[in-house]
């Protein structure tokens, strides 16, 4: 049990308009919208780990809004409007998050994305190939673009690729710098005044309809008005009834390459597997999809089976040929469930929730803080 001082009691503790729960993408922008929009309000977010653990600092900084056999899978679960509405939010959310935080301070780079397909993907690649003026067609009024989605097998060999046997380029995606991203946004979001409290572990919330009670895994207890909970995959340890699952996802990354071929994106195996240039190394992750029950899991760590999967892979199919070493094997955990979808809404009077961004956060998690935001905003 930590006792804390009068000071920090009434610094730090006292008259809290809002908590947050979780400093992700998700958090992060809800206190800067809040702020942006009620600048007297007093705002904390608490974060667990010393960086945000889960996945906003561990991601691939892909600004990606769907391949094409991703959103043919997704159609196969999802009605049209559905899936393209979902579209139309990870592009809306990706031009919030250059127009708030600006291209430069998150290393924004429209390089451009990629679908790769294996020769045993032909019957998926038919698929693609035969729907790709379908696809287009809806894509256009979201993206402005009346082509979004071209066949370039000619560009297979530029990139040095084998067993390849189709490639279709996407010219409205790009890339981020996750770290720059984040550091940007908790810079913009201190500056307005919003305390962000690392080593923070919330156990347990209690909301009395006058006020809302968070309980430290070292026994401080905080008030305040309102309670926002975005902790994404480890939702179930605070609201168990929740369809959210967590999902662990594993990369590595390569040290610098000479006369790297490889720029932009890039998708294959309808989205479990993807990698990207970072400067001159190369980002490869994914794999999830090979033992789907192990990686359900809230810790952060790392599997030979995941991992010997990417080596080989990387190995011969995306750089072959090519000298490399790998510098860095790391995961973080996304939420996701049944529907592609994120769970805002009312938990009780003062409590509410913005969680399961699916994978999508770098994507869709502005607009989902400002969603969140608005909801805490209109109950105040
Ligand atoms: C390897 C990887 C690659 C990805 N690549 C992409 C990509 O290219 N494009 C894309 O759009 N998305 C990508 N994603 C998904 C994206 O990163 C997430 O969807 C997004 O970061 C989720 O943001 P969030 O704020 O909802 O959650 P998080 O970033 O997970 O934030 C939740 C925070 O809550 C904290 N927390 C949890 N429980 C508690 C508690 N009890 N008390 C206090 N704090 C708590 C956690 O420590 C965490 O920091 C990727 C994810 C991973 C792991």
Redesign the pocket.
Known sequence: MKNLSHWEKEIYFENIDCII?????????AALYIKQKEPKLKVVV????M??????????????FGSPSELLEDLKTHTEEEVFSLVDK?WEGLQLLRSNLGDKNIGYEPFGGYELFNPMDEALYEDCYYQLGYLNKLLSPIVGAFTTYKIVDNKINKFGFKHTNHLIENVAEG?IN?GKMMQTLLNKVTKLGVLVLNN????SYDDDGDKVEVH?DDGIVISAKKLLI??????K??LPELDVQPA????LITKPIANLKIKG?FHFDRGFY?F?NVGKRVLF?GGRNLNFKEEETFELGLTDRVQDQLDLLLRETILPNTSYEIDMR??????MGEKKSVIMKTLSTNTFC????????????SL??VDAATMVLQSL
């Open positions: 729960i979780g400093s992700g993408i998700v958090g992060l922008n608490l974060e667990r780990g960086f945000p653990d889960g996945a906003s600092n561990r991601n691939a900084g892909f600004a990606c990870r890339q996750t923070f572990s919330v156990i430290s975005a902790t994404d995959g480890f939702a340890q605070l662990r996802a594993q990369v994106g993807y990207r992750g790391w995961s973080g955990i996304m939420g913005a969680v399961r961004s699916g994978g999508m956060g770098v994507a869709i998690g989902t803080g």
